[in-house]
């Protein structure tokens, strides 16, 4: 079974690991003096016996600083974190030399007579380390804070632009292009209404996509109107055979998203499932109470040279969710059907909050 000490800054045990030799010299020598290092057995027997009695206050000093840590966690709340820490430690520290010194003195083996001069030198050294310790501890604690966070933001951002560079691709994707264009000319020779309104669709769809990139995040709303141009779209090339619906809370519409989400999603499940009208592909797009949308399709799986790229544009849908709103996006399949869901967020980030 693994023992896990608390840890108030992360590097707890590599302090502990320093500190604590150092206190074990310093604190024998003032207790014995020169025979401390003159004395194998009793350099060694002591050097044990102060060295495990530092170790356990060690660890209960950091487990009082993570106690304080999260009884006042906020900034405003440093000063009386600090100053309760520092009170605790002071106290501790009286204590725990007091027991030392008697139990050197109480044991005959030592010879050892308290000396009121050295325990006070030992308390007021111990007190002014433990003060240092206690703001280089916070100092450690705050550094791998913002270390974390400075990793975060950078994923974040490598996120972000692979997004830009994916919804880059799909304004360039040839085969997207070129079958709108073999629609919208099977639509001319057809009907010449059925091909201006092909069009319009069309361009609604290329304008959104070009000016994707302005923003990191869209509105549900916005993104619901793109896919409805998208899904109209998709109904000219694979009629019959695909069937693709939503019921979306209207509470939810305000809410937001990276863009092009569900047009990554969906793009995902036609190039992995067969559409024919014999056995149409159904996509349903659906708000939950959760704070989050669903994406259900049933399962007609075919060969896909390209499933690697794909796979990569989900990867970095979830990145981007789970960085931006520490949540991820949840992919189950069961036998028949594949659900995909997407957190969606409350709170909108502008492009400069992430540079």
């Not at 974040?156 to 919804?167: C, D, H, M, P, V």
């Not at 085969?175 to 000319?185: A, E, M, V």
């Not at 070009?210 to 779209?233: A, G, H, N, Q």
Request: with cysteine.
């Amino acid at each position: 079974m693994e023992i896990k000490l608390p840890q108030y800054s992360g590097r707890d045990n590599l302090v502990m690991l320093v500190i604590v030799p150092v206190f074990t010299l310093f604190i024998n020598y003032n207790i014995f003096g020169s025979p401390y290092f003159n004395d194998l057995r009793l350099f060694l027997l002591t050097t044990l016996i102060t060295g495990i009695g530092f170790c356990l206050d060690f660890i209960l000093c950091g487990w009082i600083a993570v106690v304080m840590k999260n009884r006042f966690p906020r900034e405003p709340q440093l000063i009386k974190r600090l100053t309760w820490m520092i009170f605790i430690y002071l106290l501790l520290t009286g204590l725990f030399l007091y027991a030392l010194f008697q139990v050197y003195e109480l044991n005959f083996y030592f010879s050892y007579r308290i000396n009121e001069t050295g325990f006070v030198w030992s308390y007021f050294s111990m007190g002014i380390i433990n003060v240092f310790l206690t703001f280089l501890m916070e100092g450690i604690s705050r550094y791998q804070t913002w270390k974390k966070n400075w990793e975060e933001t950078e994923h974040l951002k490598k996120a972000y632009t692979e997004r830009k560079l994916l919804g880059l691709k799909s304004q360039v994707n040839q085969y997207f292009l070129f079958d709108n264009l073999d629609s919208l000319s099977a639509l001319i020779k057809q009907e010449d209404e059925s091909a201006e309104f092909f069009l319009n669709e069309m361009s609604k769809v290329y304008r959104y996509m070009l000016r994707v990139d302005e923003e990191p995040l869209v509105t549900l709303d916005t993104e619901m109107k793109f896919i409805e141009s998208y899904r109209k779209l998709l109904k000219a090339r694979y009629g019959e055979g695909l069937h693709l619906t939503w019921d979306i809370a209207t509470g939810d519409m305000q809410k937001w998203l990276p863009p092009l989400t569900l047009q990554v999603v969906v793009e995902n499940i036609l190039a992995l499932n067969e559409i024919s009208i014999a056995n149409p592909l159904n996509i349903s797009i659906r708000s939950t109470e959760n704070n989050a949308i669903v994406i259900r399709n049933n399962i007609q799986i075919k060969n896909m040279e390209t499933a690697m790229d794909l796979k990569t544009g989900l990867d970095n849908l979830e990145n981007s969710f789970r960085l931006l709103i520490h949540a991820p996006m949840i992919i189950e399949e069961s036998g028949r059907y594949r659900i995909i869901q997407l957190p969606l967020l409350t709170k909108h980030i502008k492009e400069e909050e992430l540079v």
